[in-house]
């Protein structure tokens, strides 16, 4: 019931931020100076063909009438066309989302879980080898560019090694069947169990990538963070019930310790969403990231919004849901 | 003479004495930092490889054997030599001459960053922490509005818009940063709000401006200066990211970012074009992340006792 | 429980990573390596961009064709097994082949000719001007006489020019049935062609993953013979590196867009599995500056410029050779082209000339160009070049979009891009870089000449071959003379190709006019 | 060895000290003190004496930097200091049980109290069935229910709510509640009921009550008093209060600078006090009735890190004698005092072989 209204509130909030984040992309795509019809047709193009698709795409209209246009047609979502594929916006988003969301998912899996075990063996076996490691594992992840480390893994693994894929989201010559648009779940769905393979192999670089950051910040955290209930008072009366070391960690220590850093989950994730910007150019992934870098160099204003609204609003989805799983996880939080 | 010496000394002495009384527990405090300091071999390292860094940077025009935009296309791509230990790029251009002067583009980034990051936030912060209400109310929203973003997704919008320069860059990635100090700034300022002194200080009369001024202003900066030195590497890693996507610092700038994207097509024949920025990218910023670390760890009191 | 789940996610990356051994490409497929993120569209009526149009061309038939014919493009006959010009020669009659089916079995009519170019026409989009422009046309002037004949009415522009722009890209033949079924909100089937086909050339678009794959197959309706290349596989690789890599590796049969670097290295290497196929390109690459800008005004400035230039350091560092020098505005091997290079860099002159219009101690100027690598570094080029005269430069980068937006508006004051030809004919290019009234490049640089204006109009509509080629030859001494443009070079296209890939060099002589991917074997 | 002095808690020259950056803190050096079954003890001194760190040690939670250098721990007939870490938790709990100063904290937030009393009674269930398995049906301790291996859990959450009504709780309302609902007084009753769900030998309580109301006080400790008294558990009572320690207690160790300078019956304590520090702690209690000045003990604590040399009050001691800074007196018994008081003291005043 508190976590209903709780929710409820968030959730308007959350409105409240996604009107200001619109007005936001709306002024930034607005500020560009150039002429987004040159972008659209090149260089070769005379100053009437230029003028007309100006008409064409309401640029000549005054900038409030211009702001209610692009409201109206986001609130009936339609976020128009871009310049350079001539599609409806969200038809293009639809189409490289499922591609982002897959590497994100699989990248906060690989650094939830291997960030909580680093962290967590890290504070447990405080300055012993575990610890040593996985501190510099973490601060490596955290400083190394990932653009750069990625290209680095690609010469390695790719063209010494010959393990792994140098990008993409599957190999050539497999056609897989699309029903949700998401290659593995398509695979599974279907039984192309070549291609579920395959797609993981895929992933395993971009995922490293990506979550590599993540897992370093994470263990990170939850390293701090165990320390610090270890420390509790609670440890002590857990402790002076003659529980074993390991219960004592395991259920006691452990979900306290988890609640600040499910908290930057959600923070992590808007690093993810940034970092798959990168990681998708390196890796061929063709993903949201690609295409707002993409739209950016070209300054596709429409693709370029899209693609910022959407990317801003799954992050503030993530959030909302991470701050109800807060909720979930943290009694005091309810009240 | 000799007395009135004597008592000035001892005038002097016991000035010392009151001072040294007074400010024991400062005293202490930076005694035991300089004991954590030196417990953490780590936060060592960082401090020495920062000071590096910005010696380089300072001394930077004397310690690059060459020029580092002038070209000399017939010597392009040269391997790493005595004469070259970083080797040449794709325009003939010494690279460890490339990376020594972007050293400065990098300390630039991080200072002119974090001037206007800190001071839009602790504008917004302290302004909104300090009156509360609706002022608070709408600024809070406005900060949550631009952390509804993922920073660099925000950062190379920003970029893009204002078109793709090394100062456009600095200025959007400022307009991504200040959210961070905003919200410090404005928990302090809460924090110093509830005092009891601060009535005290209204009833006087002074003004608001005066007391935001003169007394939540300087509480709000040691949070955020240690802040800050945790966020330099990120500023410099966000840098770096819209430099290699060619939204950042544009060339010939010897930005390391720029070069490692400028030098991504001949990673496998000459790797030595991006491998070197690349690393100096990474030992910057692990500088910066190890100091910060140190830094946080000498301050957290958890981690104090 | 916990331990029986690790051993499972063990087993599962063992799998995964066994998955390793890499397919060979089949015979009878061919697999690119390419940035495609210059495809938008195949929509013969509006695609114009380089790479693209290739495709297109191998998907759609056209009234007529282009060959390379003697280092010359020559018209052939493609869906029009035969053509006529009426006395005054504005009015063109094409006969069909008989029989000629599309992809799905549909047979190719003259209405279907006069429903794909009046959609062109009325779509208005990129390439549109070939048609209403350059020939001239209106709806009204492409008719179905019966179902093999058509007649197109223009205005009177030289048949090379008519004929090449019918071959080009937007004179493509759709299959009006198959669009109009497709059509939504009358689009015209806009949106159905972006990433479909409905062509009677030799291939149809099977699949279009944007950002993974384009797949072309075999058409097997196709009127000619059958392709040896059944299946055309483009991956995107966005990396150039990452392109070199794949081909080296064989994972691709051919990589596209690879640096000059790399291109220089396979063509220095001999013998391996790794070979270059290279082909002169249909664009030239200009420095250009603003007539109507300070010091540019006066014509000795703009000569200075001319002689400052090293283009030979150009050509041979920055292509690392893969550029042919051509200091006019015909590209080789079109009409009315004869070699014509007189500038070589000599600094004493281009100082005297400087000294001459009172710029002894140089100037400040900009130059701006986009991202691209090449124009980058031909930028710094030029800059350490004028800096020998004493001018002091500045590089300005900006995104393509910004640069056409501010050179159209002559806010440039100097500019380093290139030209691609919309299609091979001399008027494709004197028009442009001489005659400002058409508003392209002499315009946008403000080089307002009317003797040149009036050269290049008279060119464009001469019929009498011998006059229009000495129109041409004198215009070209004029504007060398007089013009704003230092033109580098005409650069030379190429590709890394594995050595079991047979006919490529054929295939695309014609870059990127012509190009046939059925010459093409393995 | 020597003799034990307490049957059931016997601490003799027990050490501590923790190793911080400005040096060693010598926390406890040489603590005294023993105890029978059923009794109470008060241990008593200013904050920073060291009693919560004696307290700790008896359970052998002191942690990291913290450590035993010295002395032992008779608990019944085992040492604890020397007793490996499984041992010691099948101890933990079920036969010492500890109650804490802030009794919020000292839940697990994310637990529900019943499930925090449930997990303490399940957990005694399993040690003594170990222990049992380990003994091989030896000598049945004390009075404990005999736990089963496998006994339903339901039986637990029974005890649960049966200890949770016994502190006067409602467990109906209680048991589902987390500690951040809770008041402070209410938690402590959860922490009573919590230790005293498994009948322990000796409830250690550090500062009980020092962080609640002064109404709460005293219900937590008539509560506690009224429990222990039907058990006839032994208690440990930590707390800085004289007051509360003559009221709940039957003996005090009133310590200083990490020693016990003085332990005896509540009555010699109050009656006739020794040690000059103890004498200064009386004086420094409000009486009610008597209207002389409240007096405080002049000086300070001293630095642990770097302790007065000889005996640690002297420097603050208004009896100081020349031999005070050489040599730290020895913890002996009171002369001429009833042997059941068990009065002894550490000050050279009363050294004996002076």
């Known amino acids: 019931m508190e976590l209903g209204s709780f929710i409820i509130k968030r959730l308007s909030l959350m409105v409240l931020v996604i009107f200001g984040v619109l007005i936001i992309v709306f002024v930034v795509t607005r500020i560009i100076p150039a002429d987004p019809v040159g972008a659209i047709l090149g260089g070769n193009a005379p100053p009437e063909t230029v003028d007309a698709m100006r008409h064409q795409l309401g640029l000549d209209k005054p900038i409030f009438a211009q702001l209610l246009d692009y409201l109206g047609g986001i609130f009936r979502g339609n976020l128009g066309n871009s310049l350079v594929s001539s599609r409806p916006v969200m038809t293009d988003i639809m189409e490289f989302l499922p591609a982002t969301i897959e590497l994100a998912i699989s990248s906060i899996i690989f650094a939830v879980v291997l960030g909580i075990v680093l962290g967590l063996l890290s504070a447990v076996f405080r300055n012993r080898f575990i610890d040593h490691f996985s501190r510099v594992f973490s601060i490596l992840g955290i400083s190394l560019p990932g653009f750069w480390l990625g290209l680095i893994l690609i010469l390695i693994f790719y063209y010494r090694l010959g393990w792994l894929p140098s990008g993409g989201q599957y190999d050539m010559f497999l056609f897989p069947t699309r029903t949700t648009g998401f290659i593995l779940l398509d695979a599974a769905i279907h039984g192309e169990w070549d291609v579920f393979f395959n797609g993981i192999k895929h992933l395993i670089l971009p995922t490293f990538i990506l979550g590599y950051s993540s897992t370093a910040s994470i263990a990170r955290i939850m390293r701090a963070s165990m320390l610090d209930v270890l420390h509790q008072n609670y440890i002590r009366t857990a402790r002076a019930k003659g529980l074993p070391r390991k219960v004592v960690i395991l259920r006691h220590a452990l979900k306290n310790a988890l609640i600040p850093v499910i908290t930057i989950i959600g923070l992590e994730f808007g690093g993810l969403l940034s970092g798959a910007v990168l990681t998708e150019t390196i890796f061929s992934w063709p993903g949201l990231g690609r295409y707002i870098v993409n739209s950016l160099l070209t300054l596709d204003y429409p693709a370029i919004s899209g693609g910022t609204i959407f990317i801003a609003l799954i992050y503030s989805v993530v959030n909302l849901a991470v701050d109800i799983l807060y909720a979930a996880v943290d009694p005091r939080m309810r009240s | 003479m000799k007395k009135t010496s004597s008592a000035a000394d001892s005038a002097k002495a016991s000035f010392f004495k009151r001072f040294m009384y007074e400010r024991g527990p400062m005293l202490d405090d930076v005694k035991h930092s300089v004991y954590l300091w030196k417990k953490t071999p780590l936060a060592l390292i960082g401090t020495v490889i920062i000071g590096l860094f910005l010696l380089i940077a300072l001394f930077a025009p004397l310690l690059a054997p060459y020029d580092p935009i002038a070209t000399d296309l017939s010597r392009k791509l040269e391997a790493p030599s005595a004469a070259h230990p970083f080797g040449l790029d794709q325009f003939g251009r010494d690279v460890l001459s490339r990376v020594i002067m972007g050293s400065r583009i990098e300390v630039q980034i991080i200072f002119i960053i974090s001037v206007i990051s800190i001071a839009i936030g602790l504008v917004v912060g302290i302004v909104a922490g300090y009156f509360g209400g609706v002022v608070d109310e709408i600024l809070m929203r406005i900060t949550d509005i631009f952390l509804a973003f993922p920073r660099l997704v925000l950062a190379m919008a920003f970029a893009a818009a204002l078109r793709p320069t090394l100062t456009n860059a600095i200025v959007a990635i400022s307009l991504v940063e200040w959210t961070v100090y905003a919200r410090l700034a404005r928990a302090e300022a809460i924090k110093v709000r509830s005092q009891p002194y601060i009535e005290a200080i209204k009833a006087v009369g002074a003004s608001d401006f005066k007391i935001m001024m003169f007394h939540v202003l300087p509480m709000s900066i040691s949070p955020v200066i240690v802040q800050l030195t945790m966020r330099m590497g990120t500023i410099i890693l966000t840098a770096a990211s819209l430099g290699f996507l060619g939204l950042g610092a544009q060339p010939p700038l010897p930005e390391w970012g720029a070069i490692v994207s400028d030098g991504r097509s001949y990673l496998m024949n000459n790797w030595w074009i991006t491998a070197f920025p690349g690393m100096a990218i990474a030992i910057t910023v692990l500088g910066f992340n190890l100091l910060g670390d140190g830094i946080r760890d000498i301050l957290d009191p958890r981690i104090r006792r | 429980m916990k331990r029986k789940g690790m051993g499972l996610v063990g087993l599962f990356l063992l799998v995964a990573i066994s998955f390793v051994a890499a397919a060979n490409i089949p015979k009878d497929t061919l697999v690119l390596a390419s940035n495609t993120e210059i495809f938008k569209t ?87 001007w070939l048609f209403t422009d350059t020939l001239g046309l209106t709806e009204d002037s492409i008719k179905a006489v019966n179902d093999t004949t058509v007649t197109i009415t223009t205005n009177g522009a030289p048949s090379n020019v008519v004929l090449s722009v019918l071959a080009a890209n937007i004179g493509g033949v759709l299959n009006e049935k198959e669009v109009k079924a497709h059509e939504t909100n009358g689009d015209m089937g806009l949106a159905w062609l972006t990433d479909h086909s409905a062509g009677a050339g030799p291939y149809v678009l099977k699949e279009w993953r944007r950002k993974t794959q384009i797949v072309l197959a075999e058409n097997k309706n196709y009127y000619g013979d059958q392709p040896a290349i059944k299946t055309i596989l483009m991956r995107d690789v966005p990396e150039a590196s990452d392109r070199y890599l794949l081909l080296k590796k064989g994972d691709v049969d051919v990589a596209w867009q690879i640096t000059v670097e790399q291109a220089a290295s396979l063509r220095d290497t001999k013998g391996g599995d790794v070979s270059l196929v290279s082909t002169p390109a249909q664009s030239l690459e200009y420095v250009a500056v603003n007539a109507s800008w300070g010091p540019f005004k006066d014509v000795r400035v703009r000569q200075a410029i001319k002689y400052a230039i090293d283009y030979d350091a150009i050509i041979n560092k920055v292509r690392e050779g893969f550029a042919i020098k051509n200091q006019q505005f015909l590209a080789i091997g079109y009409f009315g082209y004869k070699e014509s290079n007189p500038f070589t860099r000599d600094v004493a002159k281009a100082k005297k000339l400087l000294a001459d219009a009172g710029y002894a101690n140089g100037f400040e100027v900009e130059i701006v160009t986009n991202e691209s690598e090449v124009r980058r570094a031909q930028a710094v080029v030029v800059q350490s070049n004028l800096a020998d005269l004493g001018i002091k430069s500045s590089i300005v980068i900006m995104q393509a979009a910004q640069m056409y937006d501010k050179y159209r508006n002559q806010s440039l004051q100097m500019i380093v891009a290139g030209w691609g030809i919309d299609y091979p004919d001399a008027d494709a290019l004197a028009k442009p870089f001489a005659d400002y009234t058409v508003k392209q490049l002499a315009w946008r640089n403000a080089w307002i000449d009317d003797k040149a204006a009036a050269m290049a109009s008279a060119a464009g509509k001469e019929i009498n071959e011998q006059k229009r080629a000495q129109i041409y030859y004198d215009l070209v001494k004029y504007w060398q003379d007089n013009g704003p443009f230092a033109m580098l070079y005409q650069p030379i296209e190429y590709w890394g190709i594995r050595k079991e890939v047979k006919g490529y060099e054929k295939a695309f002589e014609g870059y990127n006019v012509h190009c046939d991917f059925t010459l093409i074997s393995k | 060895m020597q003799r034990r002095r307490g049957d059931l808690l016997d601490v003799s020259g027990l050490k501590v000290v923790f190793d911080t950056y400005a040096g060693q803190v010598k926390a406890l050096n040489g603590v005294e003190l023993w105890m029978n079954h059923g009794e109470r003890l008060g241990v008593v001194g200013e904050t920073g004496c060291g009693k919560s760190v004696t307290a700790l040690s008896v359970m052998r939670l002191i942690e990291e930097p913290g450590r035993i250098t010295g002395g032992s721990i008779l608990f019944e007939d085992r040492d604890l200091v020397l007793l490996p870490e499984n041992v010691l938790n099948a101890i933990r709990g079920k036969d010492i049980a500890m109650i804490f100063q802030e009794p919020v904290a000292a839940l697990n937030p994310v637990m529900k109290v019943g499930a925090q009393i449930v997990e303490n009674i399940e957990c005694q269930r399993k040690s003594a069935a170990s222990v049992q398995a380990s003994r091989k049906g030896g000598p049945a301790s004390g009075n404990r229910p005999q736990g089963r291996v496998g006994v339903q859990r339901i039986s637990s959450i029974q005890i649960m709510r049966d200890m949770l009504s016994h502190v006067g709780l409602d467990w109906q309302r209680t048991e589902n509640l987390y500690p951040h609902e809770l008041s402070g007084g209410m938690a402590q009753r959860v922490m009573i009921a919590m230790a005293l769900s498994s009948k322990p030998k000796l409830l250690i309580a550090d500062e009980p009550t020092s962080a609640l109301d002064v109404t709460i006080q005293a219900q937590i400790l008539n509560l506690l008093n009224s429990l222990v008294r039907e058990t006839q558990t032994a208690v440990l009572l930590i707390t800085h209060a004289m007051g509360v320690a003559a009221q709940f207690c039957d ?80 913890f002996e018994p009171a002369r001429g005092e009833a042997e059941t008081d068990r009065h002894h003291v550490a000050c050279f005043l009363y050294q004996q072989d002076q």
């Open chain 3, 42 to 128: 195949f929509d013969p009526g509006v695609c114009f961009e380089v790479e693209p149009s290739i495709y297109v061309k191998n998907i759609y038939a056209n009234l007529v064709t282009l060959r390379v014919v003697n280092d010359a493009f020559t018209p052939v006959a493609d869906l029009a097994e035969k053509w006529e010009q009426s006395q005054d020669g504005k009015v063109w009659t094409f006969y069909l082949r008989k029989g000629v089916k599309f992809a799905n079995g549909d047979t190719v009519k003259a209405s279907d000719v006069e429903y794909s170019y009046r959609r062109a026409i009325k779509l208005n989009k990129s390439p549109a």
């Open chain 4, 251 to 330: 003996f005090i160790a009133v310590m200083y600078a990490g020693n016990v300078v003085e332990y005896g019956s509540i009555r010699v304590i109050f009656n006739n006090p020794l040690h000059p520090y103890t004498k200064g702690l009386l004086k420094a209690v409000p009486k009610i009735g008597k209207t002389d000045e409240l007096q405080s003990i002049p000086g300070i604590v001293p630095d642990l890190i770097a302790p007065p040399d000889g005996c640690r009050f002297h420097p603050r001691c208004p009896y100081r004698r020349p031999e005070c800074d050489k040599a730290q007196p020895r």
